[in-house]
Each structure stands twice: as structure tokens, then as C-alpha cells.
């Protein structure tokens, strides 16, 4: 597979209805610039949000994966991240005109086959991988849920699916590099057991679901009645209603309820947003596991790497000195917190504030023993964050920039007179309406000292005509 990040060709589209909310919709994967990532924007709201597919924002794992942002969500994303992700594509913006993706025949197979129809481009940017160098265990004690990931230089998977069905069985699916996932995987489509198909209904789930797109599993025999409700539930009057699989077509593999939990795994494992060099083992996992281990990973990774990504040199010229950071930004001693600016480009920014005694916060905050407040921290970040957004308008000195939400703030460590502050802010979304919304960290040296994300809006000075 390339070391290169990837993208589609052309877009391509898709219409159905969703499995739980029944609602039909058109969906367009479109190509998308490098470290984009796999992004929704959902056309039929307002503003067409953007929900990146990441395991941040998922909300909601009941009978499929859902995510959301600013309370806009899509759901049952799984089967189409699943084909995109492991056929190679690491970016594409996918236009969805409703909240739930389609579900198609119940499988991935009809976004395996118009990806391979379609082709990849291969872009210029590298793609980044987590290399698992320990072995790392997730469980559900009680469910005896087990995922367990090992070192490995190539992205393998081993799943174990056993739900004591005398009809499923013990089952076992296995992903290994260099298979054929448009014909050994994505052809699997999802199934439900009987005895789960009223109470789900009464949840409002699977409006969408028929025997077209989804296999019943039937534990026990059934009587005449339940089978005469069944044939007018699906509206398929000749159909042969006894133990064992109820589905329109047979089986496609033996396997293929343990084959389509790995789907379902490869999907979830793919909200990771970069891809895994190591060996995967599952057992009884679900959507709920296979999330939540992704969420612990990324807070793993996120602490691990919690270092500067840009090397700060004082030798070296400023992007900005003082005198051009005070023609940018409104603030006046002893409220400009913004020392020199040393990087900037359309995304990022990183400046740096030098803390000494002669601050005049250290006056009170405290006499014996000086420490930095928080607060001002942050909006030193958020003075950063002004010289970043400022950038995109011609004459900024003629605009400020104002708060409108502060989220997951966290401090890490004080802040003393002599430190050195580092500040780095990434823009987490593209500019709209004069609207920013960006992730600021201060480091002291190697060690983060606070984080947060914030919003704010580019506004104009009210002294200008």
C-alpha cells in the first residue's frame, strides 16, 4: 500500500434509505486535499456543517456508529468508512442530504465496487501512521469484550465472534494484508436476531431494515402466527419462516455474520484518523468497544506526543517582532501577551511569551508565590490565535477578534516567572462567516502546559468606515 495519502479520483454517489431512520438520501464521496481526513457535510442543513469521522465526535453506537458536531449528526457512517479507509482513500468530503448514510444491500459491497470503479489519486503528502510498539489491552469485563493490539509492521485483524447461538455459533474472520477486502469483507451485510427485531422497533430503530438488506437470525422455532407476522412485516408472503437464517438470498460465506463485524471494526478503527501498524485480536466486540478503545488510543497517542511540533530558535529572525505583532493585534501592554511570532502558515501559528517578575499579574497573584494565571494563559493562545485568523483579511489592523466559546480547557503544569511560554495554535476548520475555531497549546520547553479549544469571530473596528 502507498506511504502516500490518497484520495478518489472523481466523485461518486449513492441513494437509499437509511437502516434505523427509513429516510432516504443522496450521498457524493468527493476528493478531498491532503489531510482532510473523511469528513461529512451534511447539505440539507444551514451552513452545511462539517462532521469529521473521528471517534471524538462520536455520540451514539446503538446498532450502528454515529457522529456529530454542534449538534448535527450522521449515523450508521460504518459500511462507507470501512470501504474508503481500507481500499486506501485517506481523504474525501461525502455530501449526505440527511442523518443516516445509506445501507445500501446491508453490506459495503456497492462502495467497494464504485471505489475500485472510480480509482485513487495519490497526493503529496505522507500518510501518518501509529506504530504500536507495546502490547495494548481494552476489555468489558462483563460482556467479556476483548480487543487486544500488538506490535506488528502491518495493519492485521483476528475476530472472534461468539453470542452462545446455537444457529451463528462460534465464528471467526480474519484480515490480513494483502486480502481482497471488495471480496472477502465488504460483500457481509449486518444482521439482527429475531427475539431483537419488536424491541427495536419500539426504540423507532431500523425503519429502514427489510430482508433486503439485513439477515435475521431465528433461534427457535417459530409458531404459524409470529410466522404470518413476519411475511406481512416484510412483505415477502412466500417466504420460508424457520430456525436458522431468514434473510432474501442465502448466505454469502459461512462466516459471513463474523466477516461483517470485522466491517464494522475496520469502519470504527478508521475514526482513529491515521492508520495502524499492528496486529488486531477481538472478540465479542461491537460498535461501543470498538469506539471507546479508539477514544483511549487517541488520548494515548495525544499524551505521548504532547510536544511542540515546531522547533522555536531565538537566533533566528521573528516572523513577527513585537512592533508587527502590535500593528496586528488591538492589545496594549500591559495586556499584550504575545512576545514574537516565529511560524505562521494558512493553518497554524507559534509565538512565545517570556514570563518574568516584572509582570504585573505577579503583584497579587501571588505575592510569595508567583504563579501565572490561567486565564491569561489562554488568552495568550487566543491573541495567537487573532495573528492566525487576522491573516486571512487584507488590512487586520482594522479587525479584532472576539471569544465566543472556550471548551476542554486543561492545565498541566504551572507557569513561573522565567519560563518561556511556546505557544501553537492549529485551525481546526475552514473560516466561515468569520467564524474560527482552532486548538491552542502553551508548552513550557518539552512539557505541555495548557490546552484548549476556542471559538471566535473576526469582527470589525468600530472607529472604521
Not at 444551514?46 to 465526535?57: H, S, T, V, Y
Not at 502491518?154 to 465464528?171: A, M, P, W
Not at 505577579?362 to 487566543?382: N, Q, R, T, Y
Not at 487584507?394 to 505557544?423: A, H, W
Request: a negative charge.
Amino acid at each position: 500500500m502507498s506511504t502516500k495519502q490518497q484520495t478518489l479520483r472523481a466523485p461518486i454517489s449513492f441513494s437509499g434509505k437509511g437502516l434505523h431512520t427509513g429516510v432516504h438520501t443522496t450521498m457524493t464521496v468527493n476528493p478531498a486535499d491532503a489531510d482532510t481526513g473523511i469528513v461529512f457535510r451534511r447539505t440539507d442543513v444551514e451552513g452545511q456543517p462539517l462532521i469529521p469521522a473521528l471517534c471524538d465526535n462520536v455520540t451514539d453506537t446503538s446498532r450502528g456508529t454515529t457522529v456529530e458536531v454542534g449538534g448535527h449528526r450522521v449515523s450508521t457512517i460504518e459500511h462507507i468508512v470501512s470501504a474508503l479507509w481500507t481500499l486506501g482513500v485517506d481523504n474525501a468530503l461525502i455530501d449526505i442530504d440527511g442523518p443516516e448514510v445509506p445501507i445500501m444491500d446491508g453490506s459495503a459491497s456497492a462502495y467497494a465496487e464504485a471505489i475500485a470503479a472510480t480509482g485513487l489519486v495519490e497526493q503529496a503528502a505522507e500518510r501518518r501512521y501509529f506504530q504500536v510498539t507495546e502490547k495494548i489491552v481494552y476489555t468489558i469485563p462483563d460482556k467479556d469484550v476483548v480487543i487486544i493490539l500488538y506490535p506488528d509492521n502491518e495493519f492485521s485483524v483476528s475476530l472472534h465472534v461468539d453470542y452462545n447461538s446455537k444457529v451463528i455459533g462460534n465464528q471467526y474472520a480474519t484480515f490480513n494484508p494483502g486480502d481482497d477486502y471488495a471480496a472477502k469483507i465488504a460483500p457481509c451485510r449486518t444482521f439482527v436476531f429475531l427475539h431483537e427485531l419488536e424491541p427495536l422497533m419500539k426504540m423507532n430503530l431500523i425503519k429502514g431494515g427489510d430482508l433486503d438488506n439485513a439477515i435475521v437470525v431465528v433461534e427457535k422455532p417459530v409458531p404459524a402466527e409470529q410466522a404470518d407476522h413476519l411475511r406481512r412485516l416484510f412483505d415477502k408472503p412466500d417466504i420460508e419462516v424457520r430456525e436458522g437464517y431468514l434473510c432474501a438470498n442465502d448466505l454469502r460465506c459461512t462466516n459471513e455474520v463474523a466477516r461483517h463485524k470485522l466491517l464494522d471494526l475496520l469502519g470504527d478503527f478508521a475514526l482513529l484518523g491515521q492508520r495502524i501498524k499492528g496486529r488486531v485480536w477481538a472478540t465479542r466486540t461491537g460498535h461501543f468497544a470498538n469506539t471507546e478503545f479508539m477514544k483511549k488510543l487517541k488520548r494515548d497517542i495525544r499524551k505521548a506526543g504532547e510536544k511542540p511540533r515546531f522547533a522555536y530558535d531565538c537566533r533566528k529572525p521573528a516572523m513577527y517582532d513585537i512592533n508587527a505583532i502590535r500593528r496586528m493585534l488591538p492589545h496594549r501592554p500591559p495586556f499584550l501577551l504575545v512576545d514574537r511570532i516565529f511560524h505562521r502558515d494558512e493553518t497554524s501559528v507559534a509565538g512565545i511569551k517570556n514570563v518574568t517578575m516584572n509582570e504585573p499579574f505577579f503583584v497579587g497573584h501571588f505575592p510569595e508565590e508567583p504563579v501565572m494565571p490561567g486565564v491569561l494563559i489562554v488568552e495568550a493562545m487566543a491573541q495567537c490565535s487573532g495573528i492566525l485568523v487576522l491573516g486571512t483579511v487584507p488590512d487586520p489592523e482594522n479587525y479584532s477578534t472576539y471569544f465566543m466559546k472556550i471548551d476542554n480547557v486543561k492545565f498541566k503544569r504551572k507557569v513561573v516567572p522565567g519560563d518561556t511560554l511556546q505557544f501553537e495554535i492549529q485551525l481546526l476548520e475552514p473560516i466561515r462567516r468569520g467564524v474560527a475555531v482552532v486548538e491552542g497549546k502553551a508548552f513550557v520547553g518539552e512539557t505541555l502546559a495548557c490546552e484548549a479549544q476556542m471559538m471566535a469571530q473576526i469582527v470589525k473596528n468600530k472607529n472604521v468606515k
